[in-house]
Structure formats: C-alpha cells, structure tokens
C-alpha cells in the first residue's frame, strides 16, 4: 500500500492531468450546447472506450438482486405467456375480421451496456453499438421489463442514452387499463411521475403504465412502471401519479434499441406534412376571405 501511495505521489500532476482531461471530454459528452456538438461524437467515443475497459468485471453487489429478479420475472412470464398465446390469436382473428391492417413488429438490437453515469439530474448509459448498428438519435431503448430511455448522442461503435430518470424527459404515456393519457417526467428520487391526469378519472394504485400511440420518440404499448400512490394537486384539477418502473436503467447489463423502419417513418412524415399545407392553405383562404 505504501508504495502505491509512493507511485501516486511521485506522478501525481500526470495521473490529475489524465483525470481533468477525461471530465473535460465527458462534460462535453453530456453538454446540449450546439457549440460543442462537432465534439460529442469525438467524446462519446473515448468515453464509451474507457467505460467498455472495465465493463468486462461482474458487479457482485448487483448480481445477486438481479438473479433474483429473473427469477420472480420467469414465475411471472411462465404464468403469462399462455394468456398471451391466446389473446393474441383473439386479437388476430378480431383485426381479420373489422378489416383493420395487422400492426408492425418492432426490430429490435440487442446490445450491452458499458457504461452508467449519474450526475446531479442528469443519468447516462454507455451502449456497445453505435451508428454502424443502425442506431440514430432518437430510438428508443429498453429491457425485456419495459422502458429505459432513448437515444442521446451517437458514434460509430458507442451509443450514449438519456435513460427515464432526467429532468428534460418528457414521454406521452397512458394507463393500460383504462387508456388515460398523461405525460411522464421525472422530478428526483426513485420515482417516475405522470402528470395532466383529471382528479375524475378512473386511476387506481397497481395500475400499469405504457407508452401511448402519441409519442413521437417511442412505439406504444410499451411498459414503463406500476402507480405506487395517487396525490391530488393544490388548487387544480388534475392529481399526480407517482410510478414504481418497471425497468430501472441502472439495475441492467443488457439492452434493446427500437430500430424504426426508414420508409415507414418517411411515408408517416411526408403525410403529417401535406396535411400541415392543407390546413395552412385553408386557413390562409379564410383569412383573406374575412379582409374582404
């Protein structure tokens, strides 16, 4: 011990050095300041680098109560997956029979992650795939429990997520029973929270939560917590909801990212688009309708 104490001492400017010069690159990764962008590719490489050195050695204090999740998860989907047999034959056969066109099957990329960082409000996971992968800005990212989060920043080889537990989070969410919509975020603590929920709408605690046909980054149906307690607002008439997830970012080693469909999405696109002209054109002919 007293001779790595020595060693310290003897190269200590080079090892703070070293130090500063890593908090630099992973400020820059965490920054949102356009100025810095040309580097957050440059940074998210080196960081994902380093992280990926050491990602190889098992956690013990994480193992055990991840060993014991799977095994409540496996009770649970054994139980389950006969229900979801049939339901699922119900549900295609009902869709055949009103004509409704069958939905698209996500594509999904299985990948590790490397790294896990938390600083104040701001909490970030290290991917072991990158652009190369197919993986953009954007995609949302999950577990076989439910959501994590979405795609932050990306390189060629590493993928940086801005996981549920971020102030600047916002997803579109509803409750599965009763189809409620409200929007997520994250307020501190172990918590998620749903908010813009009316006070007379039917909610109750145990309820499961998933991501709504609305959101923009994320595909729907997709679980994110269970509602651990009902808290009415001051002076409003809306309460807030506070959820257990279902999927906590920092309690996994591996992942999934939600690659879209290119054509969908530019089909989807260009459609939201012509309807924008339409209304913009009518509305234009309205006004200059009224002048006269």
Excluded at 61 to 80: G, V, Y
Excluded at 124 to 136: D, F, P, R, V, Y
Excluded at 146 to 151: F, P
Excluded at 229 to 235: F, S
């Amino acid at each position: 011990m007293r001779r790595l104490l020595n060693l310290f001492l003897l190269f200590k400017e080079y090892v703070v050095l070293t130090l500063l010069v890593f908090l630099s690159f992973f400020f820059m990764a965490l920054s949102r300041s356009t100025e810095v962008q040309p580097l957050r590719a440059v940074t998210t490489i080196l960081v994902g680098s380093l992280q990926s050195l050491y990602s190889w050695i098992p956690n013990p204090f994480t193992a055990s109560s991840e060993n014991e999740e799977l095994r409540k998860h496996n009770i649970l989907l054994s139980s389950e997956l006969a229900q979801l047999r049939r339901a699922k034959g119900e549900n295609e056969e009902l869709r055949k029979l009103l004509g409704i066109k069958p939905r698209q099957g996500w594509k999904l990329l299985a990948t590790e992650i490397v790294g896990k960082t938390s600083i104040g409000d701001r909490n970030m996971l290290t991917l072991s795939a990158g652009e190369s992968s197919g993986i953009k800005k954007g995609m949302a990212v999950m577990t076989d429990g439910g959501l994590i989060g979405r795609v932050y920043s990306t390189s060629g080889g590493f993928t940086l997520v801005e996981g549920l537990f971020n102030r600047d989070m916002r997803v579109a969410v509803k409750i599965a029973r009763t189809r409620v919509d409200g929007i997520l975020g994250w307020e501190g603590g172990d918590e998620l929270v749903v908010r813009d929920v009316p006070k007379g709408l039917d909610v109750k605690e145990g309820d499961l939560v998933v991501t709504s046909e609305y959101s923009t980054f994320f595909p729907s149906e997709v679980p994110v917590g269970v509602i651990s307690k009902l808290e009415p607002e001051p002076n409003s008439l809306f309460r807030k909801i506070y959820l257990t997830p279902v999927a906590h970012p920092f309690r996994v080693e591996h992942c999934y990212v939600v690659l879209k469909d290119e054509a969908l999405e530019a089909e989807k696109a260009a459609l939201e688009t012509k309807a924008a002209e339409e209304l913009n054109k009518k509305n234009t002919v309205g006004s200059i309708k009224k002048k006269k």
